[in-house]
């Protein structure tokens, strides 16, 4: 059974850094693309950046680059984002996601992911 846990949200004030963890297990995820979306209340979910875990460059949301940094730890089967000088828009519940590398439809379409987390809250005051 495929797992994508969720960790490492909170409340931050803005300027603030948070790292969330996305831990997968229950198959092996090599061929795998890992993505993180995160969806505010009254919004469509959007996409934040995604990694593979074969190395590569990762790829991120325009919007998101310079602030929001992706990595994996392969030994832990772990996905990371690194928040940086979070404002209050990026108050949103955070997911991960998986999906196979070789899907066709771009990496920021949360409709080609088949595997998705809990969620974890993320709120950023001012």
């Known amino acids: 059974q495929v797992q994508l846990v969720e960790s490492g949200g909170g409340l931050v004030q803005a300027g603030g850094s948070l790292r969330l963890s996305c831990a997968a297990s229950g198959r092996t995820f090599s061929g795998y693309l890992m993505g993180w979306f995160r969806q505010a209340p009254g919004k469509e979910r959007e996409f934040v950046a995604a990694?593979?875990?074969?190395?590569?460059?990762?790829y991120y949301a325009d919007s998101k680059k310079g602030r929001f940094t992706i990595s994996r730890d392969n030994s832990k089967n772990t996905v990371y984002l690194q928040m940086n000088s979070l404002n209050p828009e990026d108050t949103a519940v955070y997911y991960c996601?998986?999906?196979?590398?070789?899907?066709?439809?771009?990496?920021?379409?949360?409709?080609?992911?088949?595997?998705w987390g809990q969620g974890t809250q993320v709120t950023v005051s001012s």
């Open positions: 996601a998986a999906r196979s590398v070789l899907h066709y439809r771009p990496v920021g379409d949360s409709q080609s992911y088949n595997y």
């Open positions: 990694i593979t875990w074969s190395g590569g460059n990762p």
